[in-house]
């Protein structure tokens, strides 16, 4: 369990290029250029930031339950793909990670890093066209969701980008 947490703090570490400092009850980032006050970073950064505290002080063990809206908000795309192998590596530790998102990078970071022993699942809450009702779908893979307006709006993309490849699309 120590070698995990060790992972997950030195991949947290990178990504932030440098390491969470206290001092008078203040954060830093302590990086090659000196110590940034958490207030001057970008909110990105400073969410990593305080992930990798998270785990450092021990808040985020075994049973314990971690709820992130939107990960990728304010984050470079390039990270996507350290902060979900991070979650994994966290839900492997014995933490429950609750995410939510509306992007397909996100789902498909996860679909291609999870392992077959993860425990992951993708839900998605949608109206129900016969009584209007709230509804909740579930599968093992993004993908798998008949009711994800995720695929529906990347699939709608993908569709235009070839129509406008071949010379069908709209000339905006």
């Known amino acids: 369990m120590e070698s995990r947490?060790?992972?997950v703090l030195k991949a947290l570490q990178a990504a932030v290029e440098g390491k969470v400092t206290v001092r008078n009850e203040e954060f830093?980032?302590?990086d090659r250029h000196g110590?940034?006050?958490?207030t001057l970073l970008a909110e990105g950064m400073r969410k990593l930031g305080l992930l990798w505290l998270l785990v450092r002080n021990g808040t985020l063990l075994n049973g314990s339950v971690l709820f992130w809206d939107e990960p990728e908000t304010n984050l470079n795309p390039r990270v996507f793909g350290v902060v979900i192998d991070i979650l994994l590596q966290l839900q492997r530790m014995g933490v429950q990670v609750l995410v939510a998102t509306h992007d397909y990078a996100i789902l498909k970071e996860l679909e291609l890093l999870m392992r077959t022993d993860d425990h992951v699942r993708f839900c998605t809450l949608y109206r129900d066209e016969a009584d209007g009702e709230l509804a909740c779908e579930a599968a093992r893979f993004p993908f798998e969701l008949d009711h994800s307006p995720i695929a529906e709006a990347f699939t709608s993309l993908y569709d235009?980008?070839?129509e406008h490849s071949l010379g069908r699309g709209d000339p905006r």
């Open 35 to 38: 110590n940034l006050e958490f």
């Open 28 to 30: 830093f980032l302590r």
């Open 5 to 7: 947490r060790k992972r």
């Open 160 to 162: 235009r980008a070839v």
